[in-house]
Structure formats: structure tokens, C-alpha cells
């Protein structure tokens, strides 16, 4: 049980790059998709028995050491588990911290606990520091774990009960920054970091420490400290390449779930308003909501309603009299298959590809970087009307997310149509974006330009505000119209993110796919993959995209000889009607000359100086490996990755095996 629960979460960890969606197969446990996190389910208990528990409340949890004076050392919340942990036969470092992890202990119904440690990849921590003040949170020395991965948690199914259920997921920043170091009960580290940042003046009179001041003030200061802690969290785990999300953000994609969820089903959500409603008060849009309806709809993963640490002691004391010695488990785990990602560093990120007449090769070469629709939408979506050569070109924006990127990068977008319209009579831009679910095939007329921005959820899903889109376009396929959209003009920027290389821009993809499927024909190359490993802000994505889409969108206003060359109106007329494996080819190729001159463009050669021979028999699977990246600057701890080349003789019988 141990070794399946340390095997799961290591994969689900995944480096830091936390996977969204269980996709672990272990004999032990089955996983369930529950959309964000994957939840590992042991066997379920069985009439007369306790069930398999796990006595943690997280895999990664510190201890908590009641001193001799009665004062505490480490993590307060986990004082009585460590006490009886260090009773099975636990010995805790020497010497002891506030940061020293629990080891994990865990009871397969109708046995004895096993203890095991926590491997040291997923026990690395976390070192808290704020840019703006390195020596002064450098002195308050805090930590925290990567991920939180809850443990004491169970659920029912038709009356099947199953007592462990733990699942990993990743942190929002307040979790840590506002409660977990925060609370007083807790690490109370907010009087420390006022004192630290010098926000109490102690040079007044009367005035010694943080109790000192008046409420008000008292308050002022503590706010201050809670939000630089905030920040400094979030920061540290960028820099430490872990997957964080930000109150913002997730506030923003609940209240947006539970819209378009009421608006399906006609009301909101079962929430507990004490979990859902965001620290940080009136600021974050959650917390206007008020209260949720409350009730608790089954199958629903919940707390055990048993302690496991008590029902050890009721076991105890029914066994034998003979020494009972708990299971010390020393799990030998191969190390994981390296997994396809991408580097998260904003330093480097190298390839290998090269185009050298349409044939893949080269050297490495390291870059640095600084369902169909049954009801009518609940607003007017855009109509795009057939277009004469001498009317506007229609323009229209629409985005499709479950969180706030994609919005945010559709409404800069708006705004730059907006502007490059003032200066061209041909370009007329639609007032408002739209989520992807408004875009019906009956508002889609020849000539139009439909810009869409598509983020991805799950493992590549397409979000919540595009299932009817793609569903609409599924239908239109199924009824076997050869073209059942008349041909228009479309872009998309894929907002994906690289370190999720098996998914990455899976939704923006799906929808390119359908959208040539109903006659759109691309724009400025169609589907613009963009990288939120690198582009970390909706500004920076825009400008990479914005270099390309402009002019074809000038081109197209413009009514340029050159555009109807290239496309005349018998050929826009016609649509991809009837598509050749010569034109599927042609297509292919040109694709991959225009990614080559990109990669050219953008990346720097390297050149591999050494490899250590001795080095990966020491590190199975590890290669050490020198690069001379010239006079281009490398940080240190930064990320660099480096992928196979592919031969010409390998690529040649890739393609003869496919015909």
C-alpha cells in the first residue's frame, strides 16, 4: 500500500509539472478523473473492518515537537501525530527543525502500520524568498513542501465505502502565504516577517514589538506582512519551476464554472462557503458570491470520519500480548522513464531540429530567453455577412478557457483590431469578445475573419465554453456537408504550455482541426502554438502572435492582387471540398519549412564539449554532459533541454513504413 502510494504521487508529481488528471495504472489502486486531480482509491473497507487508512493528513507534512517548556518546534497542526509515530519506532533527525518531515505511515486493513520515508525528490522543499527583500527573508529561513497531497479522505459509492482516497493536486499561493504560515496556530510567521521588513517602529515610545501597537495599526502591519508573505510564495515556487496557481485565477474559474454550471442544470453548485471563499476578502470576485448551497450529493470524496491514530489504539489493545512491531518499508523504486516535457526555465530552452532542404537534421542547439446546439446563447453572437469586395472585412474575437489567460490575451487582441481599424476604412471590428460556445455556423458568412485565443484543460480537453462548439461542428461533419460553413478566414493562438509535452495545445488543436473540417481556411499559418513556459503574460503572448496576424489581416483588408492571386473567388467558392493525400503532403511540408525557419530564427547552436563516461553508472539513466553555449549568458540552477536528433536515414524509414 505504502510502496503504491509513494509510486502514484511520484508520477503524478512529475518534477514539479504536476499532472492535471490521473493517468497512473497501478495493481493497488484505481484512478478516477475527476477533471483536476488524480485520486488514488485503495480497496474499499469490507463488512466488520476498519478499511485501509493512512494516518498523515498529507503525504508531505512537517513534524511538530512539544519542547520541554512547553514550547513548540515545527508544525503545530501535526504535534499529536508526530508524538505517536515517534511511539511506533520512528526516530526523528538529530538534531531536530521546523522542517523535518514525517515519514508515511499507512494500514492495509486488518494489518499492522508500515512506516516509510518519503523518497528525497518528493521531500525537497521549497525556500521562501521575496525579490524585493533576498537577505531579510533569507534570514526568516521558511519553507514549504512542493505539493499538497491530502490523505485522510474517503468516499461511498452505493453504500461501498472507501476509506483511502488521497490525491495530489497542486497549491494556490494563499494556502501557504495566507493560512498554512500565516495562521497563529500554525507557523505564525507574520509578527517575524514585520519585524524583519522593519514595518513596526519601535523607536516611539511605548512600543516594543507587534502588541505593542494600537489595533488599527496592529492590523495595518499584519496585512502588509501577510501580503508580502503572499507574494514571496508565489515568486519562490516560479523560481523553483513548481506548478503553483494564484488566488485570482482559481477564484476566476470557479465563479465561471458555476455560471455556465447553473445555466445548464438551473442551479449553482453544492460548495462549503468556509473552503470556497478566498482570504483575501472582498478583492477576489469568489467572495462576493456569498453563500453556496451546502448539501453533500454522493459519491463525494470527504474527511474519514475516523482517526486512524485512535483506531490503532482500539487495535492494540485487542491483539496479542506478544511485541508488535510495525512494518519498516525500504521501497526500491526504479526511477521513473523520463518524460517528454519541456524545460519551465525562463532561461533556456534548446532543440534540435534544422531544415536543410525539407530533411531533418542538425546539431543541438540551445535558445535563451529572457455537443450540438439545442438552446439559443445567452448573448447575440456576432453575424458575419457576406462579404463584397468593397465592404469591410469582418473581424470577430472569440476565446475559450477555464481560467483568465485566454480572455486576457482575446481582450489585448480586441484592442489592437480596434486600433489597427482606425487607420484602414476596409476593417471592421466586432465590439465585444465572445467565449468559443457563441460561435454558431449560422452566423458564419463568407469573407469573415474569425480570430480565436483557446487555452486547454485537463489533459488537453477542450474547456467547458467550447464543448458546444466542437459539438456543433461534429454534427455538421456527420451530416456529411462538404462544406457546410462557406469558406472563412481563421487564426488561433493555442495558449498551452510546454512542460505537458504529451498534451500541449491539445484543445487549440482539436479546434483548428474542426474548423477546417466545416471550410476555414487558415490564416497567417492557422494555429499559432504559443508556450506559457515562456510567454508568462497575456502581453507576451500577444506581441509573438500579433508579428504574424497583422499583415495578413492588412493583406486581406486591403484586397491586394496578391490575395486574390492566391485566392480567387471560385476558389474560396469551392472550400477544402475535395483534399488529396498530394495536397495532405504539400501541406505537411510546408509546415515543417516554416517551424524549421523558426527554429533557426529563434534558437542558438551549442556544441556538446564532454560527456562524462562515468557518470550514468553512478545515475541510472543520467547522462552528464558539457555544452559551450558561446558568449551567451546561463544562469546557474537553470533548465536546458536538449532533444534526439533524427537522422536522414531515420526519417527515411518512417516514411517508407508509412507508405
Known amino acids: 500500500m505504502a510502496s503504491e502510494l509513494i509510486r502514484g504521487m511520484r508520477e503524478a508529481f512529475n518534477d514539479g509539472n504536476v499532472l492535471p488528471t490521473g493517468n497512473t495504472r497501478v495493481s493497488a489502486m484505481m484512478i478516477l478523473d475527476l477533471h ?84 528525497p525528490e518528493l521531500g525537497r522543499l521549497v525556500e521562501i524568498r521575496h525579490p524585493r527583500y533576498k537577505a531579510e527573508f533569507e534570514k526568516l529561513d ?39 504560515l500565516a495562521d497563529t496556530f500554525r507557523y505564525n ?39 508580502e508573505l503572499n507574494y514571496a510564495v508565489h515568486w519562490s515556487y516560479q523560481q523553483a519551476k513548481v506548478s503553483m496557481s494564484d488566488t485570482l485565477t482559481a477564484s476566476t474559474k470557479w465563479c465561471r464554472y458555476d455560471d455556465d454550471f447553473k445555466a445548464k442544470n438551473g442551479f449553482r453548485l453544492p460548495a462549503d462557503p468556509y473552503w470556497l471563499a478566498p482570504p483575501q476578502g472582498s478583492i477576489v470576485p469568489l467572495w462576493h458570491r456569498g453563500g453556496a448551497p ?44 523520463t518524460l517528454p516535457v519541456k524545460s519551465s526555465s525562463s532561461h533556456c530552452v534548446p532543440t534540435t531540429l ?109 474547456p467547458a465554453n467550447g464543448n458546444r462548439f466542437i459539438a456543433m461542428c461534429d454534427s455538421l461533419v456527420g451530416q456529411r456537408l462538404t462544406t457546410p460553413c462557406t469558406s472563412f478566414r481563421y487564426a488561433i493562438y493555442g495558449n498551452g504550455d510546454s512542460r505537458y509535452a504529451a498534451t500541449y495545445n491539445g484543445a487549440a488543436t482539436t479546434v483548428d482541426q474542426r474548423l477546417r473540417q466545416i471550410g476555414g481556411l487558415a490564416l497567417a499559418g492557422g494555429l499559432y502554438q504559443g508556450d506559457t513556459a515562456v510567454s ?22 486591403s484586397d491586394s492582387p496578391k490575395i486574390r492571386r492566391a485566392n480567387s473567388d471560385d476558389d474560396i467558392g469551392k472550400g477544402p471540398a475535395v483534399r488529396t493525400m498530394d495536397d495532405f503532403e504539400a501541406e505537411a511540408i510546408t509546415r515543417h519549412r516554416t517551424r524549421s525557419r523558426q527554429l533557426r530564427a529563434d534558437y542558438h547552436a551549442a556544441k556538446i564539449v564532454n560527456i562524462n563516461p562515468t557518470y550514468r553508472e553512478r545515475h541510472q539513466g543520467t547522462y552528464q554532459v558539457t555544452l559551450d553555449i558561446g558568449a551567451r549568458r546561463y544562469e546557474d540552477m537553470g533548465c536546458a533541454q536538449v532533444l534526439p536528433i533524427n537522422s536522414l536515414a531515420k526519417v527515411r524509414r518512417a516514411l517508407r513504413a508509412l507508405g
Open 354 to 462: 534544422e531544415d536543410r532542404g525539407g530533411n531533418i537534421a542538425g546539431s543541438p542547439i540551445l535558445q535563451t530567453l529572457s455537443a450540438p446546439q439545442t438552446q439559443l446563447p445567452l448573448v447575440e453572437p456576432p453575424t458575419f455577412h457576406d462579404r463584397q469586395r468593397s465592404s469591410p472585412l469582418p473581424v470577430a474575437v472569440f476565446f475559450c478557457s477555464a481560467g483568465t489567460f485566454a480572455e486576457k490575451v482575446a481582450l489585448k487582441l480586441k484592442g489592437r483590431l480596434i486600433d489597427l481599424a482606425q487607420g484602414c476604412a476596409n476593417l471592421s471590428v466586432y465590439p465585444t469578445i465572445e467565449p468559443l460556445d457563441q460561435l454558431q455556423a449560422s452566423s458564419i458568412r463568407q469573407g469573415s475573419v474569425i480570430l480565436l485565443v483557446v487555452s486547454s484543460t485537463g489533459q488537453g480537453e477542450v
Open 536 to 557: 508568462n503574460t497575456a502581453l507576451q503572448a500577444l506581441n509573438s502572435w500579433w508579428t504574424k496576424l497583422r499583415p495578413a489581416i492588412q493583406d486581406l483588408a
Open 294 to 337: 451546502n448539501y453533500q450529493p454522493k459519491p463525494l470524496i470527504c474527511r474519514h470520519v475516523q482517526d486512524p491514530l485512535k483506531a490503532w489504539e482500539r487495535e492494540k489493545r485487542s491483539l496479542a500480548t506478544t511485541a508488535i512491531r510495525p512494518n519498516i518499508v525500504d521501497i526500491k523504486i526504479p526511477p521513473r522513464p
Open 36 to 119: 483536476t486531480l488524480p485520486v488514488f482509491v485503495f480497496p474499499p473497507r469490507q463488512i466488520d473492518s476498519r478499511g485501509p487508512m493512512i494516518w498523515n493528513h498529507q503525504v508531505l507534512e512537517f513534524a511538530g515537537y512539544e519542547m520541554n517548556d512547553g514550547a513548540m518546534l515545527g508544525d503545530p497542526n501535526s504535534t499529536a501525530l508526530t508524538k505517536a509515530i515517534i511511539e511506533l519506532g520512528w526516530t526523528p533527525p538529530s538534531p531536530r527543525s521546523r522542517w523535518d518531515l514525517l515519514p508515511l505511515v499507512v494500514m492495509a486493513d486488518g494489518d499492522v502500520p508500515a512506516i516509510i520515508e518519503v523518497p
Open 189 to 227: 510567521a507574520l509578527p517575524d516577517i514585520a519585524q524583519a521588513l522593519g514595518l513596526i517602529d519601535t523607536t516611539l515610545e511605548g512600543i516594543e514589538g507587534l502588541d505593542d501597537l494600537p489595533e488599527y495599526e496592529r492590523l495595518s502591519v499584519l496585512s502588509r506582512s501577510q501580503q
Open 142 to 180: 521558511l519553507k514549504w513542501v512542493t505539493v499538497p497531497a491530502l490523505t485522510r479522505l474517503g468516499f461511498d459509492i452505493g453504500g461501498v465505502q472507501y476509506t483511502a482516497a488521497p490525491f495530489i493536486g497542486w497549491f494556490m499561493d494563499a494556502e501557504i502565504g495566507v493560512r498554512d
